[in-house]
C-alpha cells in the first residue's frame, strides 16, 4: 500500500502553515499568530506519544452474525449499531472514487489537510468570526469519526470530538497530519468508508450499500456510488430509504458532475450512471431473537438460548452487561449448532400433536452425545411478542431450555434411568431381580394420600403386566414403579439424586434443589420422576449414556471467530462422569422399553414399542414417563449419535392434566423427530455390556 510522502520537517512546515491558517479561520483574535507558531514547534516534539491508539485501529462498535451450522444460514444479528468492516478490496473501486470525489478531491495529494480548501473557507468565514464552513478532508473526517464512535470515551469526550471550537479543530489538524505519516492512503480510505455514517441506522459502507440497495458493496455501480457518497453530509436527511429520495438524486448529481470533473468517469458513464433507474432496498438486519429468521420453525427458542449461553461465558467480560455488549458491539461471527432440517422436524411433529393455539405445549430437545451439542429446540409456539388470536401462539419464555423463571416440568418414570445407574454402579448387575408387587410399603414416612400405616407406599400402573419377578431389563421396560422404588431402596435415594446431579439435572425448582440438599436420604419418590426437569437437561443425561458415560452440557456453538479473524477458543465442555461399563449396561436395558432386545434377549415388553419400528435394524433405544397423576408425559430416546426428548405439559398451569391418552402421541413426535436427526446414513450399534455386569458373578 502506497503511503502518504510527508516527510517529518515537511510535515512540521505544512503544519505551521496550516495552523497559521486556522489560526485566521478562526479568527477575530481567537488565537494569536504567536500561540499557532509556539503550537507548531512543540507539536513534532509530543504528537507522537499523544495520538490516541484508536486513530490507527478505530474500535468502532461491529454487529455480530449468528449462522445456522451449514456457515451460511443466517439466524439473526446482534448489534448496538448496524456495521460490519471490509477491506478495501471488497469495496468498489468505483465507490472508492465516489466518496474521494464526494468528500475530498484532492485526498492522494494532501498530507492529512488540504491548504487550498482551508484558504478557500477562510475568504468563505472570515466575516463570520467562526469556522464552520468545511475544509474537513477525509482523514480529518475520520478523526472526528473515530473519536465520535469510540466506545472506550467518555460521553464528555465523545462530544468534544465533534464541538465547534478552536481546540477542536487544532486537535483534529494535529492528528490528521500524524496519522497520514502512519497509514496509508489505502487504509485511511478503508477506516473512513467503515465508519462514517450513511444514515437510516447504516454505519459504514456494508451496511450502506446492503440496507439501500441490497449488495454488498463489492457489488455496487456507479449510480449507486454516487448516491451512497452524496448522503454523507446529511445522511438522514438525504438518504433515499428514511430521508428525501428528492434530495438524495441532487446529491447523486453532485457526485457525478464532481467525478466527471476530477478525470474519474468519462462523460459517457456520466450520463449512463445519471439515467440509470434505481431500486432501493430498504433491507435492515434482524436484531436480537424475536427477529430470528425460520421463525415458522421456532429458531427464536434456539436463539434465546443462545443468548444465555453466551452471557455465562466469562471469556467475553467479567459481567453479564460486559458479555451482552460485547455480543453487540463485538463483531462475531458465529456458527451454531443448529440444524434447521432437524428444527423444522422437531417443530412440526410438536404441532402435531399440539397445534399453536392450545394451551398445553411439547417441547423438543435433541443434542449429539459426546459433543452436547444442541440441534434443535423446538415447541408448538413462535417465539415472540405478539398475541395472536388466542393470546397463547407466541411466548419467549425458554419452555425447552429453562432458565428465566422456567424450571422445567416433572417427567416420570424416565428418571428410573439414574436409579438404575447407581444400582450398576454399586455393583448389582442387569440381572437383579425380586418380586414387584402392585404396592410396596417402604421404610420412609409418609403422611400423603395412598399410605400404608404411615409410610410411602407406592403402586404399579398396570399391576397385571407389571406386577411380579422382575430385573433391571424388563423392570425398565415395562417401568415397574415398585421394582424401581425398592432398587432405589437398595442404593439409597441420595446415590440416585446424586447420579442425577453428574448427568445434568439441575434441580432449578427451589423446593427440588432444597430437597436434594437437606432431605435426599429419604427421598423415595424420586425415581418416579417428581423432579422439575427440561427436556434439554434430559436429552443431554440420556446423551451421556449414549456416549459411554461422557457428560456433555449442552452447546450451541460450532464455532466462534472474532472481527479480527481469529477463533475464539471455547471451554471443553464434556467430562467423563461414569465407568462406560456402567453406561453399556444401562442402554442394554434401554433397548427394552422401545420395542428392541437387549444383547442377551432379556426384554419382554416395552411402553413405546413403536420406536423400534421407526429405526428398522438401527439400535434405539429409551424411556416413558408418566407421572401419577398424568400431569406430564415424557419420551426421551437416543442412539448412539442423537438423543432427543420430549415433555407434554401445561406451562401455565401446573394443575391442568395432559392425560395418558397423548403418550403415545408423544411418544411418536419424540420418535419421529429422533429418526429424522440421525439421518439416512446408518450407524455403528450400541456395545453390549460385559457379563460381569449382564449377570455379576
Known amino acids: 500500500m502506497r503511503r502518504s510522502n510527508t516527510s517529518k520537517p515537511g ?48 474500535p468502532a462498535a461491529q454487529l455480530t452474525r449468528i449462522y445456522a451450522n451449514d456457515g451460511k444460514t443466517l439466524i439473526t444479528t446482534f448489534y448496538e449499531q448496524d456495521r460490519q468492516d471490509v477491506a478495501l ?11 474521494v470525489a464526494a468528500e475530498d478531491t484532492r485526498f492522494y495529494e494532501h498530507g492529512g489537510v488540504d491548504l487550498k480548501g482551508l484558504a478557500r473557507a477562510l475568504v468563505r468565514d472570515a466575516g463570520s468570526g467562526s469556522a464552520q464552513q468545511g475544509a474537513s478532508t477525509l482523514t480529518m473526517q475520520l478523526v472526528r469519526n473515530v473519536l465520535k464512535e469510540d466506545p472506550t470515551l467518555t460521553p464528555a469526550e465523545r462530544a468534544a470530538a ?20 502512519r497509514l496509508s ?56 430509504i428514511g430521508g428525501d429520495k428528492a434530495q438524495a438524486k441532487i446529491r447523486q448529481t453532485y457526485v457525478l458532475n464532481a467525478m466527471l470533473k476530477a478525470g474519474l468517469i468519462t462523460q459517457a458513464q456520466h450520463d449512463s450512471a445519471a439515467k440509470e433507474k434505481l431500486r432501493y432496498s430498504g433491507r435492515t438486519q434482524p436484531d436480537g431473537c424475536v427477529d430470528a429468521t425460520g421463525s415458522s420453525s421456532g429458531w427464536g427458542f434456539f436463539c434465546d438460548y443462545f443468548e444465555r449461553w453466551w452471557d455465562t461465558q466469562t471469556q467475553f467480560g467479567a459481567t453479564q452487561t460486559a458479555r451482552e455488549n460485547a455480543l453487540r458491539r463485538g463483531g462475531y461471527t458465529i456458527v451454531t449448532t443448529l440444524d434447521p432440517s432437524v428444527q423444522k422436524t422437531a417443530a412440526e411433529q410438536s404441532r402435531k400433536v399440539y397445534g399453536l393455539t392450545n394451551k398445553k405445549t411439547l417441547p423438543i430437545a435433541v443434542v449429539q452425545p459426546g459433543t452436547g451439542k444442541v440441534l434443535a429446540l423446538a415447541v408448538n409456539r413462535h417465539y415472540g411478542t405478539g398475541s395472536g388470536t388466542s393470546g397463547r401462539e407466541y411466548t419467549v419464555n425458554p419452555l425447552i431450555s429453562g432458565g428465566g423463571g422456567v424450571t422445567g416440568y416433572p417427567s416420570g418414570s424416565t428418571f428410573k434411568m439414574f436409579t438404575m445407574l447407581a444400582a450398576l454402579e454399586a455393583g448389582m448387575p442387569l440381572s437383579a431381580g425380586f418380586d414387584s408387587p402392585a404396592k410396596l410399603p417402604t421404610q420412609w414416612p409418609d403422611s400423603g394420600p395412598g399410605n400404608c400405616n404411615g ?33 432405589e431402596e437398595q442404593v439409597g435415594p441420595a446415590a440416585v439424586v446424586a447420579m442425577a446431579q453428574r448427568l445434568g439435572i439441575s434441580f432449578s425448582a427451589q423446593a427440588d434443589a432444597k430437597m436434594a440438599a437437606t432431605s435426599a436420604d429419604s427421598w423415595g419418590s424420586f425415581t418416579l420422576g417428581v423432579v ?27 464455532s466462534i471467530t472474532g472481527s479480527d479473524g481469529v477463533k475464539v477458543a471455547v471451554a471443553d465442555n464434556c467430562k467423563q462422569v461414569l465407568d462406560p461399563e456402567v453406561a453399556r449396561a444401562a442402554t442394554d436395558a434401554a433397548r427394552c422399553p422401545v420395542g428392541q432386545q437387549s444383547s442377551t434377549s432379556q426384554c419382554n415388553g416395552g411402553t413405546a414399542t413403536e420406536v423400534g419400528a421407526m429405526f428398522g435394524g438401527l439400535d434405539v433405544a429409551g424411556k416413558t414417563g408418566s407421572t401419577n397423576d398424568n400431569r406430564t408425559e415424557t419420551f426421551v430416546g437416543f442412539t448412539p449419535t442423537m438423543a432427543a426428548a420430549g415433555i407434554a405439559n401445561d406451562p401455565a398451569n401446573p394443575s391442568d392434566l395432559v392425560g395418558s391418552a397423548v403418550e403415545a402421541r408423544v411418544v411418536t413426535a419424540v420418535g419421529r423427530t429422533l429418526r429424522a436427526a440421525v439421518g439416512d446414513g446408518g450407524y455403528a450399534g450400541f456395545t453390549p455390556p460385559s457379563s460381569q455386569k449382564a449377570y455379576g458373578g
Request: aromatic letters at 8%; glycine letters at 8%; hydrophobic letters at 45%.
Open 185 to 240: 492512503k489505502q487504509q485511511i480510505l478503508q477506516n473512513y468508508l467503515n465508519i462514517v455514517y450513511f444514515g437510516d441506522g447504516a454505519y459504514g459502507i456494508e451496511a450502506a450499500a446492503r440496507r439501500i440497495f441490497g449488495v454488498s458493496p463489492a457489488k455496487l455501480d456507479l449510480a449507486q456510488s454516487a448516491l451512497i457518497a452524496g448522503i454523507v453530509q446529511s445522511p438522514d436527511a438525504d438518504n433515499p
Open 162 to 181: 465533534t464541538a465547534s471550537t478552536p481546540a477542536r479543530k487544532l486537535r483534529e489538524i494535529q492528528y490528521a497530519v500524524e496519522l497520514e505519516s
Open 455 to 487: 409410610m410411602y407406599c407406592p403402586g404399579n400402573a398396570n399391576p397385571s403386566w407389571m406386577d411380579g419377578y422382575r430385573t433391571m431389563w424388563d423392570g425398565f421396560g415395562r417401568s415397574v414403579n415398585t421394582y424401581f422404588v425398592h432398587l
Open 89 to 99: 478490496a471488497q469495496i468498489a473501486p468505483v465507490m472508492q472514487k465516489a466518496i
Open 532 to 558: 422439575d426437569t427440561t427436556p434439554l437437561e434430559l436429552a443431554s443425561a440420556y446423551a451421556t449414556v449414549a456416549a459411554e458415560g461422557k457428560y456433555c452440557s449442552p452447546l450451541p456453538v460450532e
Open 11 to 58: 510535515a512540521l512546515a505544512r503544519l505551521g502553515g496550516m495552523l497559521i491558517l486556522v489560526g485566521a479561520l478562526v479568527g477575530v483574535a481567537a488565537i494569536p499568530v504567536g500561540a499557532v507558531l509556539t503550537a507548531g514547534t512543540q507539536w513534532d516534539a509530543q504528537q507522537r506519544a499523544t495520538l490516541p491508539a484508536q486513530l490507527l485501529q478505530p
